[in-house]
């Protein structure tokens, strides 16, 4: 069984994850070369602070949109998480200090070091945030994000979550403002402090609506016929659930083929069988699409397309 339902056009968003090490880049790379080969304009994201994505393609990226030489309607980009931070505080300097500056005891000294402050996990809520930004412009017809490992992509879905919390403490600060010039001069006017946290909950809800859009966006696991990438890939598709993310499909990487005929790889597709037959019972409910080891590295775009015909449909 291949993989199916990609080319709808209602579809935007592709993400795929798992335990790393299981080939996310090699399904997410392929993934994106089968939609541009089938006349979609294809952005391919890789959201892994380790980026793999050149490594895959065989071509540098780095962290700004470059079209694939060779393939005409693919493109892809490295998301430096550190730099659309930076570029956020750019953008929203002014308003964030007048939120600080109108909501707390700071001095203007306080807020530049409140502002220079490292904030744990922002650079990751930044690099989702960039993400977005890319689909809402609409440039492309597919997004297909190649996902850090487990537990940086969880934190990275949550991200709606994060930004919530935040911007509920923040009005929460600004409603104490508000009271106060009310209180003192009869009436209050919003000002671009209260536009940027208006705008933060519209930016929100719209992640919120796409991650949970089961016709817009679609999280396909990748995992390896072995007992620590199973427990780990149960643990993912549940907290995805409780998220509102229904995972439909599967793909099981780097199964030895069947007529191997040296005995340790025979061992070895005997215990893989084990492993397979528990990932059929566990996940009954998914598509599972099974890819057998390759006897090379796939690296290229050719050894991508090959990879592409045993993964995707025709």
């Known amino acids: 069984m291949a993989l199916t339902g990609l080319l709808e056009s209602s579809l935007k968003l592709i993400l795929f994850g798992g335990k790393g090490g299981v080939g996310k880049t090699t399904c997410a790379s392929s993934a994106g070369l089968y939609l541009a080969n089938n006349n979609k304009n294809a952005l391919l994201i890789s959201a892994d602070p380790a980026h793999s994505l050149s490594d895959s393609l065989g071509k540098a990226i780095g962290d700004g949109v470059k079209q694939i030489e060779g393939v005409d309607k693919l493109s892809a980009i490295e998301i430096s998480a550190e730099k659309a931070l930076s570029r956020f505080k750019i953008e929203y300097e002014d308003e964030l200090r007048r939120l600080l500056d109108t909501s ?32 809402e412009e609409g440039k492309f017809d597919k997004y297909i ?19 919530d919390d935040w911007i509920k403490v923040m009005a929460k600060m600004r409603w104490k403002y508000r009271y106060m010039v009310t209180s003192f001069a009869g009436k209050y006017k919003p000002d ?4 940027f946290l208006m705008s933060m909950k519209k930016t929100v809800k719209k992640i919120e609506g796409l991650l949970r859009g089961q016709s817009r966006c679609e999280f396909i696991m990748v995992t390896i016929p072995e007992d620590m990438a199973i427990k780990e890939t149960e643990r993912m598709i549940k907290s995805l659930d409780q998220y509102g993310m229904k995972v439909k499909q599967m793909v099981i990487n780097h199964v030895i083929p069947e007529q191997a005929d040296c005995p340790f790889c025979q061992g070895r597709r005997e215990e893989q069988d084990e492993y397979i037959g528990q990932i059929r019972e566990k996940f009954s409910d998914l598509k599972i699409t099974i890819v057998l080891l390759q006897p090379h590295e796939i690296k290229g775009i050719d050894a991508l397309k090959n990879i592409g015909s045993m993964v995707f449909a025709a």
């Open 104 to 135: 707390t005891y700071l001095d203007g000294e306080d807020i530049d070091s409140v502002l220079a402050l490292p904030i744990p996990g922002i650079d990751e809520v930044m690099g989702f945030k960039t993400i977005v930004d890319f689909i």
């Open 145 to 163: 994000v190649d996902t850090a490992p487990t537990g940086h992509a969880l934190r990275l879905l949550t991200f709606p979550e994060l930004l």
């Open 192 to 195: 671009s402090a209260d536009d």
